[in-house]
């Protein structure tokens, strides 16, 4: 399709597992974003990536998590050493120019750590 | 860096009735505030958004006006419906280009 894919939907792991949550992005889009919502919360910022330049990671919780974008285009988020607290639902979103462009969301990886 | 607080968190109406969001904003130089809505289950969809150029932008039954100088903007919805019942994002663009949102409020239209 054309729009933001995320995978998988829901993944369930147990405490101090990694985890790895892949967003591919709309062609053409050099702006790619991560966002956590934890349940009936707001949208955290984790993790921006526009074109070529160094990410922006100041959004990130902890050490635990890292994020890459491959080629500008696909996105891995990895969560390590897995918390309880890391528990949500995980959000990616891409835009045209990453300025103030309107952000098309998927429809997010829902995380649950036991 | 850029913080956004939005009120009220839950909001409760009568269809026909409107319903007005507010969001006030840190970052004095911000000049760009988009409105999300999300649906059970979803990502968050643009519904409209706001330049810090004009003061006031409307879209059907939907409208957003922005204060620069006491660093406010606020969604008005008249006429509401059913489907407007969502959870809604105020948002306003930090330094470097990421989008901060605030807290979401839930918005229930009880026919």
């Known amino acids: 399709g054309a729009g933001v894919s995320q995978s998988p939907s829901n993944k369930v792991t147990e405490k101090g597992k990694d985890v790895e949550l892949r967003c591919d992005p709309i062609?053409?889009?050099?702006?790619l974003y991560w966002y956590r919502q934890s349940l009936g919360q707001g949208l955290e910022f984790l993790i921006y990536?526009?074109?070529?330049?160094?990410?922006?990671k100041s959004g990130l919780p902890s050490d635990r998590f890292s994020a890459e974008r491959t080629g500008g285009s696909v996105s891995t988020l990895t969560i390590q050493r897995t918390q309880q607290e890391d528990s949500a639902v995980y959000l990616c979103?891409?835009?045209?120019?990453?300025?103030?462009?309107?952000?098309?969301f998927g429809e997010g990886s829902r995380l649950t750590v036991l | 860096g850029e913080n956004v607080e939005q009120h009220p968190s839950t909001l409760s109406v009568q269809e026909g009735d409107s319903a007005v969001i507010k969001c006030t904003y840190s970052?004095?130089?911000?000049?760009?505030f988009p409105w999300y809505k999300q649906e059970l289950g979803k990502g968050p969809q643009l519904i409209i958004d706001?330049?810090?150029?004009?003061g006031e932008k409307k879209d059907q039954r939907i409208a957003v006006t922005l204060n620069k100088t006491a660093k406010h903007f606020s969604l008005h919805i008249t006429e509401t419906q059913p489907e407007d019942s969502a959870v809604y994002f105020c948002?306003?663009?930090?330094?470097?280009?990421?989008?901060?949102f605030g807290q979401g409020t839930e918005l229930s239209v009880k026919p």
């Open positions: 979103a891409s835009s045209l120019d990453g300025v103030t462009g309107e952000l098309f």
């Open positions: 062609s053409g889009h050099t702006a």
């Open positions: 990536f526009q074109g070529n330049s160094a990410p922006d």
């Open positions: 970052d004095s130089a911000s000049n760009y």
């Open positions: 706001i330049r810090s150029n004009v």
């Open positions: 948002a306003a663009i930090a330094q470097g280009g990421k989008l901060i």
